[in-house]
């Protein structure tokens, strides 16, 4: 796979000079953030899990167009962090890494029937089922990247050529050992727990407007992590569904089942969820829905808990997300029973506000004799969580934003466990 990155370097550049016409597009984005958390980590269990800092992105691309039969995109970024407060943590700032965010060859639609792509690049939640299963390559450095590593073949199906299916290659290393990183930390940005390699099979029919489906078959490959957990091969098959009524209502439901090795024990594990969105004037829309994951065990050898393969980024929540750390790891949703009712309000075409509330369920109990922190209780009640976000948008070019979420914890947690604190304020730019 490394190989396939410098071949694809003296390819984007071959074609540059063979291309008799050559049109170029720009994109760049700047994004200010400042965040606060608190107990976010450990519910309060160590008392040293409270921050204030600010984040900064830029990004800055080129995309080329050849001729209209083959494209080539590069694009670069960073991520600097400057802490006003950090509990147990360095407040040194420092210029981080430069890092290859984006760099891909496309050839669109040959014989009107096949596009292929190949390189590093995004697979955006909006077109792998909400973000269920795909969504972030690169998850232990949060929303700094989301690529994939990957090669793709995308094929057109049907007399009107309005099915498809997705043939997904996957690479992703536990750090970037593919494309060169300016400024590299010392140890350089963890992006994985483990190397991480894939491949799907990812298919969409039906009428968008009316009854929709994407069915997929999904195989990853987890190398043994520093962390602790095993090597692991996960065979997912699902589908996601949209189904809509008169305009009225829509709903979205999501269904798979795994089958996996993990530690040499053969198990399967379920997951899934169903969401109803009305339309209601103002209110557009009202969701109300639930999700289950299935959890481990531990009372047997194996693991039926449930794998979020590309999918560890914050899907319910942020400060939730952050919670599973000294569970299954940063962002790994499992174990999981959520009731959840998201309100949109949107008061002109610029400003929208956002109320949630959910409840939170575990279907295991986990042992404090095999966690990191005894941070555990004996019962099954995650907590209560409760959000609200109010976006402004400016123009075409900038938006804003303020988020909040506030997570009661109940006694899935230790007795003592603190209420945990999300809230950050966002100002971005872009091309």
């Known amino acids: 796979m490394k190989k396939i990155f410098g071949v694809l370097l003296l390819m984007i550049i071959a074609v540059a000079y063979a291309a008799a016409e050559t049109k170029l597009t720009y994109d760049g984005l700047a994004r200010g953030r400042y965040e606060y958390h608190s ?6 269990y160590t008392g040293k899990d409270e921050k204030s800092f600010f984040r900064f992105k830029f990004l800055a691309g080129i995309t080329a167009d050849f001729d209209e039969w083959v494209s080539a995109c590069f694009r670069m970024g960073t991520e600097s962090r400057s802490f006003i407060y950090n509990a147990g943590g360095s407040t040194e700032y420092n210029v981080n890494e430069f890092f290859i965010d984006n760099l891909y060859v496309k050839i669109p639609y040959f014989m009107d029937v096949l596009e292929l792509k190949a390189g590093r690049m995004d697979l955006p939640i909006s077109e792998y089922g909400e973000g269920f299963l795909i969504a972030d390559g690169t998850p232990l450095d949060g929303s700094r990247t989301w690529y ?15 099915s498809t ?22 140890p350089p940005t963890p992006l994985n727990d483990s190397l991480e390699t894939g491949f799907v ?36 098959f699902g589908s996601y569904m949209k189904y809509t009524l008169n305009d009225v209502a829509v709903l979205r439901c999501q269904g798979a089942m795994q089958i996996n090795n993990y530690g040499r024990e053969i198990n399967t594990a379920f997951g899934g969820y169903v969401f109803t969105d009305f339309s209601l004037g103002m209110l557009n829309p009202l ?17 039926e808990g449930w794998n979020p393969l590309f999918s560890r980024y914050p899907w319910m929540s942020e400060a939730v997300g952050y919670l599973y750390r000294y569970e299954s790891g940063l962002l790994y949703w499992t174990n999981l029973q959520i009731c959840k009712a998201d309100l949109n309000i949107s008061l ?3 400003l929208k506000i956002l109320l949630s509330g959910a409840l939170l369920y575990a279907n295991e109990t986990v042992d404090n004799a095999s966690a990191i922190y005894p941070m555990f209780g004996e019962g099954k009640n995650r907590g209560t969580l409760a959000g609200a976000k109010v976006s402004y948008v400016f123009s075409k ?19 003592k466990a603190k209420d945990l604190v999300f809230a950050r304020i966002e100002l971005a730019a872009k091309l």
Do not use: W
């Open 39 to 44: 107990n976010l980590i450990d519910a309060g």
């Open 148 to 162: 994939f590593n990957a090669i793709k073949a995308k094929f057109l199906l049907g007399e009107n050529k309005t």
């Open 165 to 186: 299916v997705e043939f997904i290659g996957i690479y992703n290393p536990r750090v970037d050992d593919v494309l060169p990183v300016i400024n590299q930390n010392t």
């Open 201 to 236: 099979v990812y298919g969409r029919t039906g009428d968008k407007d009316k009854l929709y489906f994407e069915p997929y078959y999904m195989y990853k490959h987890e190398d043994a992590a520093q962390g602790g957990r095993l090597e692991e091969d996960v065979h997912t």
């Open 287 to 303: 969701s109300i829905g639930y999700a289950y994951l299935s959890g481990n065990d531990p009372d047997t050898l194996g693991a």
């Open 348 to 350: 002109s075409k610029e």
């Open 397 to 415: 070019y900038v938006s804003s934003y303020i988020l909040c979420e506030y997570f009661k914890p109940g006694d899935f947690y230790f007795s």
